[in-house]
């Protein structure tokens, strides 16, 4: 049974929404999923997953200092995550730009580890972007994002 | 008087329009204004300009090749453009990912061109991204884009 | 038994090079491997591969216009390409900036088809980066790239 | 007389050295220059300089969180930092992916508050980029970048 972490940092509970979504789709595959904010994840922890995936606000064009703690942070394990599977998503709390460069953070930081990340043909590409509280269309977004990088992990583990 | 180049590559008119309203932001500050198709464009012409605005549509996260043709060319004059003001735009036919890192493409052309670029703290922040027809706020920030970009560019002439 | 393409455009004959290496690296792994021109490939053979990987020089920032006309012209296949696997290289004239971006460009590109990409902990983290004519570091990069990429394909296909 | 701003995190001192480097380039031209840790600067202190210079070690392709931390901070006063002059530089411990994308990501935050970056059409493009303590080459950068800075903030401001 794949093993997938979901990990946020949300302000305004928009992002937690969007975790929370995301995971659902995860589960739906029969992953064991955990949902967990990023001052909850300890860098060690990382290595027990084959799926890692992360939300953010768009804060400036990228993520929030405190998920770039966890990445900062997991250097220490620098190695140990090449080959698990990655994603990202972000929310904002106005159209604008910032949010694909938010998701590419994320998604740079994660090939750094070596980790794999799949776009989407359809949607937003790189990963979901909400506008304030997900709408129906994010809400899909994020399920599918969950189904589809629970499912990737199920092939490369 | 202030000299600015507005180009463009547009297949279904969206991205001319576009450069139409910023060429009207330009012209309201007095300035020298030419819009061009980028195939009008000889790389040598960039010289002329003090201010040089870009805008394509977006083709997988990137600027259209007839865009990109105009800036691989461009290098028979690299470091001759040191100083210029540049900035970018892009229409998309979908909502979803890639119009910010179309934008942060040109702008990165720019910057190693050793040009100057500015974003908007309001808006559309790296550069305007009209999905489909540019609609009454999207026109407002062409406008805008062309107006600030020909001002910044009289005052670092 | 996997098919992988590698295209590249290549001017002075180093990305040339690194696309050679990149081959030999995923025959290694029993991989059917093609090596071609981008002006060589048409859009619809994009669909006739597992693997694809995309080498070009970095001109300003970004891939060649040769390499961008591939991906716009691919637009006709759009979603035909979804769950393949992808990667790029570089190689560039001067240290400096841009080769960074310009793998980022072609792996952003690759996401908004739906492709699965992946980093690498060790060496270049998105793709290859040779600056000239490949050393023997980015030699041994190529090569490795070749070999994941097609390993990676064989698990997900 | 121009108030600049060079502020850093540095963990091995590389990225401290660099900003004294940018600091000394920028008092060239007879500005009045600050150099602080990114810990000692106060969001509101922002809206003093004419000039913002930014530096960061290389962490996962990104700033590191406490860099992030002062832009997220640096909200309560969105708006405020219109028009002024921004840049970027970055040390890394090892050459690979990264260096670039934290440039950009910085220059990024920048053009998301109003700012106005430059590039630079010799060396490190986006910004000076040092593999482990700055050379001959960097240190020449680094110098450069803040005259460069400083003489651009007195044309605008």
Redesign the interface.
Known sequence: MVKVLVTYFSETGNTEKMATLGSEGARQTGADVRVKRVDEVKPEELRDYAAIIVGSPT????????V??L??E??SH??Q???KVGAAFTSSAN???????T???I?????????????????????P?SINAPDSRVQKQCRELGRRTAE?AA??T
Request: zero cysteines; proline letters at 2%.
């Open positions: 804060y400036y064009g990228s993520p929030a200092a405190q770039r703690k990445f900062d997991s250097f620098h190695g995550l090449e080959g159209i604008g730009g910032g949010n694909e460069t998701v590419m953070s998604l740079q930081s994660m090939l750094i580890h070596g980790m794999i990340v799949r776009g989407n043909s359809k949607g937003d590409h790189y990963g972007v990737l092939q490369v």
